[in-house]
Structure formats: C-alpha cells, structure tokens
C-alpha cells in the first residue's frame, strides 16, 4: 500500500508529519534492540476520527501496510470548530495522550483481547495508571465514514477487525512495537 497511489491515502502536510514520526522513531529504534525496528503503529490526531488515521508502517521499505480508524478519548474533545483537540495524560481525565508507547503483552479484558500500553514520554507516562489500553470495540466501524466515530476515555479504541490483524503483527515480533500517537 503506498502513500503516494492513485486513491492518494494521506494528503500532502499528513504525509509530511507522518514522515517526521517515521524519522523519529527510526532514530529511537536504530540503537534500541528492545524495539522493532521494521514495523511501527502511527496515529495522526489531526485526521478526523472518521477517516483513517491508525498506520501500520513498515520502516524498512518506508510505506503505509495497513490502516484503519481509531477513536480518541472523549476527554479531548474541545467543541471548537476546525475539529481542535486537546490533549492529557492526568488520571480521570478520559483524554488521548499523545507520545510514543511501548505495546505490551496481551490480556484479557472487557473489550476480549486489548495490549496494554506502556507511555514513553513525559506526555503518556502516566498510561499504565490510567489503563491506557489497545482494544475493539463493537461500535468502531471497520471502514471510513463521513461522520466522526465514538469516543474511548482516552484509549486508542479500533474495531475487532482491525484489532485482528494488528494483533498479528503485535504477536509475531520478537521485540516491542513503538506506537506513536501525534498531532
């Protein structure tokens, strides 16, 4: 799936931040071997939740492998049109935390399957303690929509489907995915 198709998935400032995170975390994983440093999650905020905003990239061959919608936490939505969110990492406060997270090990939870996610950065740090999940949710639609999607208390929320073959790049790693959340 490349970014630069006919269908065009990202638009021209979407891919240029893209290509900064993709940088950055190039730059993290390179000289830390706990960290995969062929696949990576993105999340670009700045995308309306009814589009596709959550990318599986693959960082040796520098193109998008899947993608798909995600919710963000209804905590950081602000009501200011031009769709500006706001961002937290304090308890209780059901918003988004943008940074990068270390994907964990799977679990059971009440959303079925969900990977916990450890916050790397002093905008996340506080993910564990606020249970900062990956996880489905029946309500998240598995194709883009016209309209925004419903909100999470701040985790990133996919449908099961997407949720399936993300797990499948999780599982089959042999070290941690980075996943970057950014704005």
């Not at 993709?22 to 700045?46: P, R, Y």
């Not at 937290?88 to 059971?108: F, H, I, M, Q």
């Not at 883009?144 to 499948?168: A, D, T, W």
Request: some cysteine; aromatic content about 10%; glycine content about 6%.
């Amino acid at each position: 799936m490349n970014v630069w198709d006919d269908d065009e998935i990202l638009s021209e400032v979407e891919f240029a931040r893209l290509t900064e995170h993709v940088n950055e975390i190039k730059a993290f994983t390179s000289g830390n071997h706990k960290f995969n440093n062929k696949i990576a999650f993105l999340v670009d905020m700045k995308i309306k939740s009814g589009k596709n905003r959550f990318f599986v990239y693959d960082l040796e061959n520098n193109q998008i492998l899947d993608q798909g919608l995600v919710a963000h936490g209804s905590g950081s939505e602000t009501g200011i049109k031009g769709d500006i969110l706001q961002f937290s990492n304090a308890p209780e406060s059901n918003c988004t935390s943008l940074g990068r997270y270390s994907v964990e090990k799977p679990y059971k939870g009440i959303f079925g399957k969900a990977f916990r996610l450890a916050g790397l950065d002093e905008t996340n740090n506080n993910a564990m303690k606020r249970a900062i999940v990956l996880h489905s949710y029946k309500e998240v639609p598995s194709d883009e929509k016209e309209y925004y999607i419903i909100n999470s208390h701040g985790c990133p929320m996919v449908s099961q489907e997407f949720l399936n073959r993300l797990s499948k790049y999780i599982e089959s790693s042999n070290s941690k995915i980075l996943l970057s959340v950014y704005y």
